[in-house]
């Protein structure tokens, strides 16, 4: 079974440009994450989907960040324009529901995008 | 903002001895869930340990809970040198948002 797939692995951009990255969950799984993880810090959450809508996005910044999945499968996180704070490693997850449709809560991520803002 | 916390920073061992790292939370968690990390790679889930749980082990690792005291250890047993890497704990919080709080991980390193 493939796991989460996202591209690309590594991006530098000068500050002010745009950038986005792409994440296609494992196959069946309902639930995405994007996650912003700093140098040597654990993960913090920036939005979660359930299909295609977002539910929980109180930690995107609005003014930004944008993100969206269309189709309820890929996702594409933007940042428009990016700052030096941003230089950050951008992971996605993904995790599916079990039985009678509750929430599994194994989150299976990605390797991360490597962002370098100069 | 960080729920979990992991004690040590950083751990620094002998192949073939035991590692022992903790975490403590702040809040009432539905599940606790621990995680490895390589340089330069994506997160591993090793092992999720629910809030009416005590102890659980699979393979060479042993995690407890002690929801009174709202910690957390993860033990591994006779460490590998692959077993150098990042380990986070990460909390699913009781608020129904079922996304993960991450600490700010130790670093495990295993000289063999």
């Known amino acids: 079974e493939a796991g989460v797939v996202q591209s690309p692995r590594y991006k530098i951009i000068e500050k002010k440009q745009p950038v986005a990255f792409w994440c296609n969950p494992i196959s069946g799984h309902n639930t995405l994450y994007w996650y912003r993880q700093n140098l040597g810090q654990g993960p913090e959450l920036l939005i979660r989907?359930?299909?295609?809508?977002?539910?929980?996005d109180s930690q995107l910044p609005k003014d930004r960040f944008s993100a969206e999945r269309l189709k309820g499968v890929d996702s594409t996180l933007k940042i428009q324009p990016a700052e030096l704070g941003d230089s950050a490693v951008y992971l996605c997850a993904s995790s599916s529901h079990g039985l009678a449709g509750a929430l599994t809560d194994t989150q299976y991520f990605g390797p991360g995008t490597r962002l370098t803002v100069l | 903002s960080q729920q979990g916390e992991e004690d040590p920073q950083a751990l620094s061992i002998q192949e073939g001895e035991n590692a022992t790292m903790n975490c403590s939370y702040k809040t009432s968690i539905n599940n606790l869930q621990w995680y490895r990390q390589n340089s330069g790679r994506g997160l591993v889930h090793l092992i999720l340990?629910?809030?009416?749980?005590r102890e659980k082990h699979s393979g060479r690792l042993r995690v407890t809970l002690d929801t009174s005291k709202k910690s957390s250890s993860l033990l591994i047993t006779a460490s590998r040198a692959a077993d150098t890497a990042s380990y986070f704990c990460?909390?699913?919080?009781?608020?129904?948002?079922?996304?993960?709080?991450f600490g700010s991980g130790t670093r495990l390193q295993v000289q063999p």
């Open positions: 340990i629910r809030s009416n749980e």
């Open positions: 989907y359930e299909n295609e809508e977002a539910v929980d």
């Open positions: 990460a909390t699913d919080v009781n608020t129904g948002r079922r996304a993960l709080t």
